[in-house]
């Protein structure tokens, strides 16, 4: 089955430990992005990348790393979090070829205290 | 940078139903893509409709139609029909043809009651 994996899918943590949330795709994507949902704000994109390590900031890369070593994963990494990260997260991927279609995976609900 | 607009943060709708979504955005291309994307409560993004922006005709599928208006840089959902599976939050986001990243509007959130 064609889909895209987050884990985890609940965290909770505390300001200043790190943490990374994984993204998979199983459909040999080159694109693949992040995104945080706010209320209010809808989805605003984190970072993305057109291919294996190749990276580039999206319109709030503030607090926030990725890496693309492996095509099929583009973990999500926050190196110090602080409360205004708490957020919903997703990771979406698409095709170069229909890149008018999107996948997204199921969310990662992040909670920094 | 594109901006995607929808006015309305709540909605409500009896069962059976019709329930219109508005949603305005902002750009000084020509071409690109318009989406709606329903949101129920497991998160989970799920594409409703598209549209091309080249075609003239509105997209529509099943009991979700759009009315795209491209001079008036509109772009409303229609759901008929209302059933109470509809109940999400519905997106609606813009895509430029020659881009990937997706600009999305706040949202707004449609309560179908029994």
């Known amino acids: 089955e064609a889909q895209v994996t987050q884990n985890p899918r609940y965290l909770i943590t505390v300001t200043g430990k790190k943490l990374t949330v994984t993204c998979s795709q199983n459909?040999?994507?080159?694109?693949m992005s992040w995104y945080r949902q706010d209320p209010g704000l809808g989805l605003r994109q984190i970072y993305y990348s057109m291919n294996v390590e190749v990276t580039d900031k999206g319109d709030v890369p503030e607090g926030y790393k990725v890496s693309r070593k492996e095509k099929r994963n583009f973990p999500l990494i926050l190196e110090s979090p602080s409360p205004n990260q708490t957020s919903l997260y997703f990771c979406a991927s698409s095709s170069r070829v229909t890149h008018n279609e999107q996948f997204f995976g199921p969310g990662t609900r992040l909670t920094v205290l | 940078a594109q901006t995607v607009t929808q006015s309305q943060p709540e909605m409500s709708v009896q069962e059976a139903e019709t329930v219109t979504l508005s949603c305005t955005y902002d750009?000084?291309?020509?071409?690109?893509?318009l989406f709606w994307y329903k949101q129920p409560p497991s998160r989970q993004m799920i594409l409703v409709i598209r549209?091309?922006?080249?075609?003239?005709q509105n997209a529509t599928e099943n009991r979700f139609s759009v009315n795209f208006q491209k001079a008036a840089k509109s772009f409303s959902l229609k759901i008929s029909d209302s059933q109470l599976g509809d109940t999400a939050m519905y997106f609606c986001a813009f895509l430029l043809s020659n881009d990937y990243k997706l600009s999305f509007g706040a949202g707004t959130t449609v309560t179908v009651r029994a």
């Open positions: 750009t000084s291309e020509n071409n690109y893509y």
């Open positions: 459909m040999n994507h080159e694109y």
């Open positions: 549209q091309e922006a080249y075609k003239q």
